[in-house]
């Protein structure tokens, strides 16, 4: 069984659309919804769905850890609430998972949703740091759950709780990025931004998470 997670915060306008890709999938799989305290229509929209909810504290790192501790899966997934997930997606992760017993856990490659320049830049980006061990929560990160115990779970970080995460399961054994097939993120974060602001201010937030800086420090930086 994979236990899917999706942390949301007012994702009505999202969680439809990414529950109505698992719902074809979710035979013999668990979908949880950790809720950091939406006033929308999400939680009516999960329990549409059949979704588990889970209700935690608002942020990212804490929702994805309540939502850990609740599943049942012998895999775990986690999903950011504006993806778009392929058919086939879970198939694909017990494939994977089952044709290299070594393999940990891993993630997918990424497509960015958005038609402009930037966004394709990004998709060849993404492509380039995954060969060299680095990807973040919004490629789809799964994991075995023994492993997921071993290396210390998710942390229930304000900022960089993904990047946290992935380095140590790294570092547990090897990992399988699935090719195909591809899974879609949304591109809204990047909405009338400029792209050298945006990279240089995911250099920055990398640069001084490795000098120290707490995680609430960074938050207010990236968020501002």
């Known amino acids: 069984m994979i236990t899917v997670i999706i942390p949301t915060f007012n994702e009505a306008g999202n969680l439809k659309s990414l529950l109505e ?5 979710q035979d013999g799989h668990e979908i949880i919804v950790a809720d950091g305290g939406s006033d929308d229509e999400t939680i009516g929209i999960a329990e ?11 942020g990212r790192g804490q929702q994805l850890k309540a939502g850990a501790d609740h599943a049942c899966g012998k895999i775990l997934l986690f999903l950011h609430a504006d993806s778009r997930f392929p058919l086939d997606g879970l198939a694909a992760i017990e494939k994977h998972l089952s044709d290299e017993p070594d393999c940990v856990g891993g993630n997918f490659r990424l ?4 038609d402009t320049e ?15 061990g680095i990807y973040y929560g919004d ?8 492993i997921y115990i071993q290396v210390g779970g998710i942390k229930p970080l304000a900022l960089m709780e993904d990047y946290n995460f992935t380095r140590r399961l ?10 195909e097939p591809a899974l879609i993120t949304s591109s809204r974060k990047f909405e009338g931004r400029r792209a050298p602001a945006i990279i240089w201010g995911w250099l920055k937030i990398h640069a001084l998470y490795h000098f120290g800086v707490s995680p609430e ?7 501002r």
Do not use: H, M, N
Request: glycine residues 8%.
């Open 170 to 179: 790294e570092k547990a054994g090897p990992t399988c990025c699935i090719e």
């Open 118 to 132: 930037f966004s394709r830049w990004l998709i060849k980006f993404y492509a380039w740091i995954r060969k060299r």
């Open 217 to 223: 420090k960074l938050a207010k930086l990236y968020y």
């Open 48 to 58: 549409e769905f059949g979704a588990k909810i889970i209700r935690s504290d608002l």
């Open 21 to 25: 890709d698992l719902s074809p999938q």
């Open 139 to 146: 490629s789809g990160v799964y994991v075995r759950r023994g």
């Open 111 to 114: 497509l960015f949703d958005g």
